[in-house]
């Protein structure tokens, strides 16, 4: 990577922290994950009667995460199997809040002419856009775990004195997983941003890509399938291999000519 590359990135993130609009936007959705969902669930295991559903659901579990009371059993639970899966949306919608502009916002900004002659290759400038994007979308994603444990642990502190630990699900999370998807959709909406007409027309696309993540969250809710570290072991391997194939192939047969259009 070479200076002019670093001006890139640094332009881009420098794009979205002086514009309110788009920085607002960027912490809703953490926010509402790290903060809000976390407390929904503390204040219903925390007022749910011992004979509740969940109870049933306990019941279903491996004798190993069987342990301790019920309130500590459906925050662990939560904790380590359930909010991992809410989490992997974070990556993906954020980074599509600056990848989304990224080459269509220089054709409304009417600067795209000046960047094609940077001292750069296409491949170089489509990796630097790529690269501001998933640095924004990974610092964001540290961010928000961190806020939500937190915001986590404090909550069942007060409410029944023990903070749950995080697993090594998390682990495998941010260091594999969330890197992965990230570069996924980044790349993606970055080459479909190219494309594209307008930033409207580019965020619309983009929000297509948080449907796999969705599915993973329905199969997790409704108990069709239990996360674990193990599992997003495997989606990290292949997420990986997607994204570098990705990378690989995101510029072939692109010009100066497509990309002006």
Not at 131 to 139: D, E, I, N, P, T
Not at 210 to 225: E, M, N
Request: hydrophobic share 55%; aromatic share 10%; glycine share 4%.
């Amino acid at each position: 990577m070479n200076s002019s590359m670093l001006a890139i990135m640094r332009k881009d993130l420098r794009g979205v922290t002086v514009n309110r609009r788009l920085f607002s936007s960027l912490w809703i959705l953490p926010v509402i994950f790290t903060v809000f969902l976390p407390s929904v669930f503390n204040f219903i295991f925390y007022v749910s009667p011992e004979d509740s559903d969940f109870t049933k659901m306990i019941d279903l579990l491996p004798a190993s995460m069987q342990t301790g009371d019920l309130t500590q059993i459906m925050a662990d639970l939560a904790l380590n199997n359930i909010m991992p899966v809410f989490l992997l949306i974070i990556p993906v919608m954020t980074s599509s809040i600056m990848a989304a502009s990224s080459f269509v916002g220089e054709k409304e900004k009417h600067t795209l002419e000046t960047l094609l002659y940077s001292p750069l290759s296409l491949k170089q400038i489509f990796q630097a856009k790529v690269l501001a994007s998933f640095s924004l979308s990974m610092l964001v994603t540290f961010v928000s775990c961190i806020l939500l444990f937190v915001v986590f642990g404090i909550e069942n502190y007060i409410l029944s004195g023990w903070i749950p630990m995080p697993s090594l699900t998390w682990l495998v999370l941010l260091f594999l997983l969330s890197p992965s998807i990230s570069l996924i959709a980044v790349t993606l909406i970055v080459r479909g941003s190219a494309k594209a007409q307008s930033v409207e027309e580019s965020q619309q696309s983009a929000s297509y890509l948080v449907i796999p993540v969705v599915l993973l969250i329905v199969g997790q809710v409704s108990g069709i399938l239990l996360i674990n570290a193990g599992i997003l072991f495997l989606l990290s391997i292949l997420s990986a291999v997607i994204a570098w194939f990705l990378m690989q192939k995101s510029m072939k047969n692109w010009n100066y000519e497509k990309l002006l259009r």
